[in-house]
């Protein structure tokens, strides 16, 4: 049982608009702390997506966009196209028992 | 670029300790905070512990009485020891750079793939 809350997949047609939840808690994301995406393409370690809740690090489309609201967060992928079939991971920082970071379960995204 | 490589025994027997390295190229490890996370066959992201070149460290609570995490910043490389390992530890062991004011990890290692059976 994962700490941050994911849909266990999404699906879409190319070129819509999809989006990812990933739901916490006020010991995590509702205390404040940062919300970090990562892409896991088939067979590949995880890639950072989104950092500090909605920034995207160089090299990264201006399709992929990230929010945070109280203890949730969200990923938006817009435009799909079918190399983004892969399975994202929000990741945040817990304050509870001294404190650990904390991933969400994961969410497959699949084209229709 | 910063790149980071895992190493170590990719089997191990039930009971027993998992020890893996990972070297990092292209920066010093003496900054930043560095991390292991895992990945069971099919499943979610774990992460196990973090350190700093100070040796300040911080652990999962649900793994802290097993894992040991050092650094040695004369071969810049950090380490992961898990004890009393069982099949549950089989997983895809992650190194990662971490910065400690949000805890992000950038980038990763490709991962080692530590399976534990006798």
């Known amino acids: 049982q994962s700490v941050l809350t994911q849909p266990p997949s999404v699906s879409g047609a190319p070129g819509q608009r999809v989006t990812i939840s990933c739901t916490g808690s006020?010991?995590?994301?509702?205390?404040?702390?940062?919300v970090h995406w990562y892409q896991q393409l088939p067979g590949t370690a995880p890639k950072l997506l989104i950092f500090g809740n909605s920034n995207r690090p160089s090299g990264v489309p201006d399709r992929f966009s990230g929010s945070k609201s109280g203890t949730s967060a969200s990923l938006a992928i817009s435009g799909l196209q079918a190399e983004d079939e892969a399975d994202y991971y929000c990741?945040?920082?817990?304050?509870?028992?001294?404190?650990?970071?904390?991933f969400g379960g994961g969410t497959k995204l699949t084209f229709l | 670029q910063v790149q980071l490589q895992e190493s170590g025994p990719r089997l191990v027997k039930p009971s027993e300790t998992l020890s893996l390295t990972c070297t990092v190229s292209g920066g010093s490890i003496s900054s930043y905070y560095w991390s292991w996370i895992r990945q069971p066959p099919g499943k979610g992201l774990e992460w196990i512990a973090y350190i700093y070149y100070s040796g300040s460290t911080n652990y999962n609570p649900s793994l802290k009485s097993r894992v040991t995490i050092s650094l040695d910043t004369s071969k810049n490389q950090f380490s992961l020891k898990l004890s009393s390992v069982t099949a549950a530890d089989t997983a895809v062991y992650y190194c990662?750079?971490?910065?400690?004011?949000?805890?992000?990890?950038?980038?990763w290692g490709q991962g080692t793939l530590v399976s534990v059976s006798s």
């Open positions: 990662a750079r971490t910065l400690y004011y949000d805890r992000r990890f950038d980038p």
């Open positions: 006020s010991s995590n994301i509702g205390a404040g702390y940062d």
């Open positions: 990741q945040s920082y817990d304050s509870s028992l001294s404190g650990y970071v904390v």
